[in-house]
């Protein structure tokens, strides 16, 4: 027997008419990429996305079309975000940190047919676009004053393609499975990969992330998403902030520590969300000029793992922190690392413990972990296995990849490499890609790292996996130091020696001038493992 | 295009099952029927329920079977409210506290299979047996120690009946629409309705009742729920705290003042949720005791409007409270009164006048006010209207009632009539049977009531429309007076003069010893018209 409730499809766009209906007047500032900060609201933004969607009907845009956006945080990128999803068109973002290469094959590979950028990307679409056949026509996000030359193909500014539209339009119903967006994961691994989010994955994950112990922002309060809607979703907050009435401020093209720190402190934000490499930034800025940051509640990091010493800054400087673990394919939040029983008042080692775990799983998500066979491994916080995940916002398919991604339980295999606790917290030791296969044991390349980095002549440290005739594999730790510091190879290895186990200390130190990173700032040990594919062991016998 | 996302159904047990894996060691706490505090975690919770549903199967019950319940809060009415829903039956809680005629009404109406009661029904439910044809079995929420004699058919005790499963038992997958649950209304305005939740409608309700403005725990928090399983779906706290993880305590039986204070200070309580009558209970054993709760941060009040000066109780003590309107058939939640700009930090009056409107939807519900012809009305905060909803967790229709309750644009006409401010406030002025329609124009009952009560002389007072020759129907103001007190129609009206229109002045006051009130608590009007169907006004001419 079916329920008798209401057939009421979760559509995105749904989101933000209740923002424009009940929270009209909640602000929405932006550092403009035209420079000055710039203020309207959620009423102003769906009156806005309207006119979006009905240029983009005129323009012979239909349900399932892909339109690329290569574009910083602000308030026009929310506007084109929901006039595209608002007709049935698929939002696709696309990271301009790539490499125009990668640009270029991912909106070919999505068939793109309109792009709407920023003005800080036209030079480089100019010098791809006669690489991209599915593009019919660009529209830049600015006004008509800052319209700069180019050539590219039947251009438009943006404030004058939707003056033509007078707004009477409707957004229609239609399935709540329905493609609304489309994300590329971060080539960290390999190619990247293209995600299909459907309106109803969207719409949970934004119900999802406003649990108080995930994100968790009210309409009293203000959220700044540094990281860029075009990086894993925004990890949702474009959805989750209009659908609780959060006043947003949007960094625009600025992200370093002087830029955030300014709007953080303007504004009054009190939740904010991130990568590690931004908030380095932005704790630097702030210690060389004393500055203090009271209205700040919460911090929200994600991406890659944070530092310890990042969490203590944080906590010192009285803000909570939390970690996020997601992925692209997971919309992305799988994991935060909320404090709860017996952990909830935890102070000083305990609290930075927790803290320092990628977190627990809210409700919608599941996971397990497994060994290679497929065998689940216990939640014991001590065994590592395969980290694998279900939920209505996690992926059941990449983007025109025809092959099965789920296990039989209908899983998907995340590529992380993880221990859970008896209390549900995660802690990532491993890509499955990079952790170290020695004698059929596994040790964490991650682990490595974060002890390598706490010697304090050491910079960035990154562990790879190499060749060794006897063991498969060895830990190789890879280093670059501090500028003006110096060590050997054996300041460092004893320095490590006796904080792991025996057979975990790698086999060999090289020194470096730098570090490979991707887009988002992980490091990148495909390159890694390239640039030393020829090393051998000097202990290792031919 | 459809989205490539994981087709993962929203059920309801996927809600236990996600507490006990991640908060399995979180506390229920209960004061059972028996007697004594009973301590438990979700992981009980949830092993317990498994036998449930396998002890279900072993008698027989199938997907859409129904399943009533007659019973207090206790973690064995959670048990059984998730071991039903995991097969597929459906929990069909109800109300003790009607006629035992309209129990076996609703009984025989559900035709509900087996009958799971506590100790205190158990007479009640002897009375009415053979008037049950449908009902095979009884499951009376006790151990064998506590079993009573009775005549009830094929009877057991719970704990003996789950004994006999040994628990290895997986529940099913199945659509996310099928029912899980049955609820019928409060009878206020005419014979009660049969509400007929989906798993998905549950599951999309806990969603938005998680959300920061509206009952928003987290799993380091502790939920009160007052308000019985059997009333309005308990307010989806049944799905919403284990989904958060957040501490559980249940009342039992015991919903006086001394018991609830108890049980608020010894579990430190944080959040809370029950009807304005509990509160006032409450508040007097507090004032009478002088006693303080200074862990309550949060009471939620539903089901009838909170007075003013119950509003200032609760703030004067420190707590935060929040009008929750809403019913039975939007599972239950529709509005929620959270300060929210401009009021964030509204004090004085202000802070008053806004907690004492119902508040404003959360996301995933939308309303319209609109005159008798379907026209909408503006939301300026003084007309009024009859206020309609739509969402995924409003009904589309009743159980066993061949009829169309929808609108055309899907939206489901709540009976309240009601005023929507420009911030989206919303403001129950009556019921549309309540609401006196004098010569065209609307008289709000509830207004003209909550200003008689302001007389200090005037216990209760109640106002209906009378037939009046002329006007069609003019306001009779009914009133009982507080023990020992006196006060004249003059006196009373006299009061009232100036604060209204002069055209809603009520044109006679009658004097009652009391006034009838609906097992939820609320006035019951229909008593009242048919008590004083013969009155005509002194005034009117005949
Ligand atoms: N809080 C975190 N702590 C540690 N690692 C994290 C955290 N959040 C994310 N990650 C890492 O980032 C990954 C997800 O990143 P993303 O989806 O941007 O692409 P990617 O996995 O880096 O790239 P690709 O899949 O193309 O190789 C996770 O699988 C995990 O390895
Ligand atoms: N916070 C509140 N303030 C004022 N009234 C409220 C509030 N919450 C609920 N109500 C009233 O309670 C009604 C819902 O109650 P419920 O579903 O328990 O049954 P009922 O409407 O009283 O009974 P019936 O529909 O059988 O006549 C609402 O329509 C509204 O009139
Ligand atoms: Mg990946
Ligand atoms: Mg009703």
Not at 90 to 96: A, E
Not at 235 to 253: E, N, R
Not at 501 to 523: C, L, Q
Request: with cysteine; proline share 5%; aromatic share 8%.
């Amino acid at each position: 027997m079916l329920g008798l409730m209401q057939d009421w499809p979760l559509l995105c766009h749904r989101i933000i008419e209740h923002a424009a209906r009940i929270h009209g007047k909640q602000e929405v500032v932006t550092r403009s990429i035209e420079g000055p900060i710039h203020r309207t609201n959620y009423a102003e933004i769906h009156k806005r996305a309207l006119k979006v969607s009905q240029m983009l009907e005129r323009d012979g845009i239909k349900l399932g079309d892909r339109i690329a956006t290569i574009a910083w945080n602000t308030w026009r990128h929310l506007e084109v975000w929901y006039g595209i999803m608002g007709i049935g068109a698929i939002c696709h973002t696309v990271n301009p940190r790539l490499f125009p290469e990668q640009i270029a094959w991912i909106i070919n590979h999505a068939q793109d047919r309109i792009v709407m950028t920023d003005l800080t990307f036209v030079p480089v679409l100019e010098k791809i676009a006669d690489k991209l056949p599915s593009v019919e026509r660009y529209v830049i996000l600015t006004d008509k004053g800052h319209m700069p030359e180019t050539t590219l193909k039947n251009v438009v500014a943006y404030e004058d393609w939707i003056a033509e539209a007078d707004g009477k339009f409707k957004w229609k119903d239609f399935d709540e499975n329905t493609a609304a967006a489309m994300c590329y994961t971060s080539g960290t691994t390999g190619d990247p990969k293209g995600v299909l989010y459907s309106h109803r994955s969207n719409v949970l994950h934004a119900l999802m992330a406003n649990n108080v112990d995930a994100l968790g922002t009210s309409a009293s309060e203000t959220m700044l998403p540094v990281v860029p809607l075009f990086h894993a979703n925004s990890w949702g907050i474009a959805f989750s902030a209009p659908s609780q009435g959060t006043k947003l401020v949007m960094p625009g093209a600025k992200l370093d520590g002087a830029s955030v720190y300014e709007l953080l402190s303007t504004e009054k934000v009190t939740h904010t969300a991130g990568v590690p490499t931004v908030w380095l930034m932005l704790i630097q800025h702030m210690a060389a000029n004393n500055l203090k940051l009271p209205d700040l509640k919460m911090v929200i990091c994600g991406g890659s793992a944070m530092p310890r010493s990042m969490i203590k800054a944080f906590l010192d400087m009285g803000s909570n922190v939390r970690h996020a673990w997601g992925m692209t394919e997971m919309s992305p939040i799988g994991s935060v690392s909320a404090l709860k029983p017996p952990f909830s008042d935890a102070t000083g080692d305990t609290r930075l413990d927790v803290l320092q775990m990628q977190g627990y799983a809210p409700f919608a998500v599941q996971m397990k972990i497994t060994d290679d066979s497929g065998k689940e491994l216990p939640w014991d916080g001590k065994t590592f296995g395969r980290l694998k995940v279900s939920g209505p916002a996690v992926a059941k398919a990449y983007y025109r990849v025809d092959a099965n991604i789920l296990d039989e339980e209908g899983f998907f295999d995340t590529g992380d490499v993880s221990t859970i606790d008896e209390d549900g917290y995660m802690r990532i030791t491993d890509r499955s890609k990079d952790v170290i296969k020695s004698g059929g044991e596994w040790i964490s390349s991650i682990d490595l790292e974060n002890l390598a980095v706490g010697h304090p002549a050491v910079a960035e440290a990154a562990v790879i996996g190499v060749f060794h005739p006897k063991w498969d594999e060895r830990p190789l730790l890879i280093v670059q130091l501090k500028q003006g510091q110096q060590a050997t190879r054996e300041d460092i290895l004893k320095f490590m020696d006796g904080k792991i186990a025996k057979w975990w200390m790698p086999d060999d130190v090289a020194f470096v001038d730098g570090i490979p990173h991707t887009a988002t700032g992980k490091i990148l040990k495909t390159a890694l493992r390239d640039q030393f594919k020829d090393y051998r062991f000097p202990n290792a016998a031919a």
